[in-house]
């Protein structure tokens, strides 16, 4: 299995512009989960879909911040418009939702953005 | 709500010197418990779990002990090695809060040699 995978690795861009981040969960996973970390904040949840839908988006900051999973293979963090306090290491996750709870989540390596 | 309490750092130890990480933890159920260890520049890995009271998890000479009475889950190794340096997190599931996980602030570790 390749593990989740996370696109682009390295984001550079300006104040201002918009910025897509993408993950592909382990197929087979039924809940992605998008997370932020910061030296200032640690590691911060942001949103988690189950079965594609999203469950929980109350750690997203504000309306710039937005989240799809259009389908169980793809997810999209977007962000319009960018400011520098955005800039972080963002990592999504994946897990396969048990009766009995949620088991272990896998991270993908992590999408490094920088605005400028 | 559901909360992961973890010994600040960093920690700076030795290599051979004996590992201990603090964790405990608060959650309305019965949760499930977990050290995940991210090294520089890459994502977190799950280094060890339990899923009830006094089980043990282990892995790459790595332990901890689910501690209901104590609500505690800490992390120890006997003898640390430079390539242990990382950050571990400790994080809880519980399946009666009906979500996700819950990370602690995170503990980092360097070991010198």
């Known amino acids: 299995d390749a593990g989740v995978i996370q696109s682009p690795r390295h984001e550079v861009t300006e104040m201002g512009q918009e910025v897509t981040l993408r993950c592909k969960p382990i197929s087979g996973h039924n809940s992605l989960f998008w997370y932020r970390q910061t030296m200032m904040r640690g590691l911060e949840l942001l949103i988690y879909?189950?079965?594609?839908?999203?469950?929980?988006d109350s750690g997203m900051p504000e309306d710039r911040f937005s989240a799809k999973m259009p389908n169980a293979s793809f997810s999209t963090l977007k962000i319009q418009p960018s400011e520098p306090r955005d800039s972080a290491v963002y990592f999504c996750?994946?897990?396969?939702?048990?009766?009995?709870?949620?088991?272990?989540?896998?991270f993908g390596p992590g999408t490094r953005l920088t605005v400028l | 709500g559901n909360s992961v309490t973890q010994m600040e750092g960093p920690v700076t130890l030795s290599e051979e010197a004996f590992l201990t990480i603090n964790c405990t933890y608060t959650a309305t159920g019965y949760p499930s418990l977990f050290w995940y260890v991210q090294y520089p520049g890459e994502g977190l890995q799950l280094l060890l779990k339990a899923t009830k009271a006094d089980d043990k998890g282990s892995n790459k000479g790595f332990e901890a002990t689910y501690r209901k009475e104590t609500t505690s889950f800490h992390l120890e190794k006997g003898s640390v090695q430079v390539s242990d340096s990382a950050v571990y997190f400790c994080?809880?599931?519980?399946?009666?809060?009906?979500?996700?996980?819950?990370f602690g602030p995170g503990t980092r570790l360097s070991v010198l040699p």
């Open positions: 994080a809880l599931s519980d399946r009666n809060y009906g979500q996700n996980f819950v």
């Open positions: 879909f189950n079965n594609n839908v999203p469950i929980d």
């Open positions: 996750a994946s897990s396969l939702a048990a009766p009995q709870g949620y088991n272990e989540q896998f």
